[in-house]
């Protein structure tokens, strides 16, 4: 599943619900109004998606920004935006767009401005790295967020009382909704309009931005696969660690590696677990997906075949497996990554 939705509708919403064919442009409907906070070092890419989604019909887009009001964006740009944080005031929406990590502390301001703008019942949105100045305003404990799958360990280490799903391309928790990283920020926001006015609209607005209205799969798919020979010692397990890759295909289990590194399974486990820092029979599983995931990408063999030559067994196999690992289909996963050429 890429997304997670729970929590009640939104405030200030109109009436469509997903799945409705409602539309953008109904007449006499009120606008949702949009306030979109512009932050020093933001990024360009998550800044201007909600401008290209909540375009008119159905949408009032308002930039602001703190006392500043000139902002520093990622790339030496300047971006002057034409309110204050006074929009917060008035807005149905707002949206926190994402921010250099490491560059960007939120101010005094904006962090006050988004916690009174929550206590009215202002939905509030992230996207990408935006969920660290949702947090720091304190306005994710408690609840399951989504953010760039490089920022979430990042995101938990500096907010313990976040739960942070590194798989979601988004979670709606109601008031407040999150997104992971880039493109996930499109997804979000289409997301918002098919709950706002419906999915005929979220197709319009799809069609006119030549994206997918609704992406299959999760952020799994598009986290590099693990190293094959990551331990602390490499030259104890290497020869083991290499025999294996050259035999995925076959059906390896635990006592056969243990035999051929001259240990028992106990031992090995342990010893496996402490250089490698995971468990032998995950590790198989892990290299198996990553071998199917280099077929898919490199090759048109069937299903089956990848299955087979990558030890995952039959394509009713590899299809449980990108299942519950990535989050997406054996077929869907080809589409995406497909090496043209190949």
Not at 118 to 138: K, N, P
Not at 316 to 322: A, I, K, Y
Request: glycine letters at 10%; one cysteine or more.
């Amino acid at each position: 599943m890429n997304t997670k939705e729970h929590g009640e509708s939104a405030r200030g919403a109109p009436s469509a619900r997903e799945g409705e064919s409602g539309t953008s442009g109904t007449s006499g409907a009120q606008p949702v109004r949009v306030a979109v906070v512009v932050l020093e070092e933001t990024s360009l890419f998550e800044l201007g998606v909600p401008g290209m989604v909540f375009g008119p019909p159905g949408y009032a887009l308002t930039l602001c920004a703190d006392s500043r009001r000139v902002q520093r964006a990622a790339g030496g740009l300047r971006l002057q935006a034409e309110r204050g944080l006074d929009a917060l005031e008035e807005a149905d929406l707002v949206i926190v767009p994402a921010c250099v990590m490491g560059a960007y502390e939120p101010t005094v301001e904006v962090l006050a401005a988004l916690r009174a703008a929550h206590a009215r019942g202002t939905r509030i949105a992230s996207l990408c790295s935006g969920a660290f100045v949702l947090a720091a305003a304190g306005l994710l404990d408690g609840r399951t967020v989504a953010t760039h799958w490089m920022y979430a360990e990042e995101l938990r280490r500096r907010h313990p009382r976040v739960r942070v799903d590194e798989q979601s391309l988004y979670v709606d928790d109601g008031d407040v909704l999150t997104s992971a990283g880039t493109a996930a920020a499109i997804d979000l926001c289409l997301h918002i309009v098919r709950t706002d006015h419906g999915t005929a609209a979220a197709a319009e607005v799809g069609r006119r931005m030549v994206v997918a209205p609704h992406r299959e799969g999760d952020q799994a798919q598009y986290v590099p696969a693990p190293p094959a020979r990551h331990t602390r010692s490499p030259e104890g397990l290497a020869p083991v660690l290499d025999w294996a890759l050259a035999r995925l295909h076959e059906p390896l289990g635990v006592g056969e590696l243990a035999s051929r590194a001259g240990m028992s399974t106990r031992t090995f486990g342990r010893y496996f677990l402490r250089e490698v820092g995971t468990t032998p029979l995950r590790w198989l599983n892990q290299q198996r997906l990553a071998r199917a995931r280099e077929l898919l990408e490199t090759t048109d063999l069937p299903v089956d075949s990848v299955a087979a030559r990558s030890g995952l067994g039959t394509g009713d196999g590899l299809r449980q497996h990108f299942r519950r690992g990535l989050g997406t289909t054996p077929a869907a996963y080809r589409r995406t990554f497909r090496q043209r050429g190949a």
